[in-house]
Nanobody, 115 residues
Framework: QVQLVESGGGLVQPGGSLRLSCAAS????????MGWYRQAPGGQREKVAYFVRRERPDYADSVKGRFTISGDSAKNSVYLQMNNLKPEDTAVYYC?????????WGQGTQVTVSS
């Protein structure tokens, strides 16, 4: 079993920035199997940022150019740098890890973008 713990959410004004962190409770097979999803109120969970292949990130169209995913294998962690935040980015953000047929989710961290 792997526990994923997110941190870094909060309230920010439009145009602001936040950096989310996700730490795995033990060594993972590869941090490039980790990514970020989000779920807005009343909406479905959507993929936000992930690695298509080792070290090659990809993003949902709505966040391209504003969000950056990165990772640190030594810390079994991935990060999501979010810049130029918009009210429509308001959601619970979840860390996800899927080494194969299993998948693991964090508990989520709330991001609220509002003036």
């Amino acid at each position: 079993q792997v526990q994923l713990v997110e941190s870094g959410g909060g309230l920010v004004q439009p145009g602001g920035s936040l950096r989310l962190s996700c730490a795995a409770s033990r060594k993972v097979f590869s941090i490039y199997l980790m990514g970020w999803y989000r779920q807005a109120p009343g909406g479905q969970r959507e993929k936000v940022a992930y690695f298509v292949r080792r070290e090659r990130p990809d993003y949902a169209d709505s966040v391209k150019g504003r969000f950056t995913i990165s990772g640190d294998s030594a810390k079994n962690s991935v990060y999501l740098q979010m810049n130029n935040l918009k009210p429509e980015d308001t959601a619970v953000y979840y860390c996800h890890y899927s080494p194969g047929i299993d998948e693991y989710w964090g508990q989520g961290t709330q991001v609220t973008v509002s003036s």
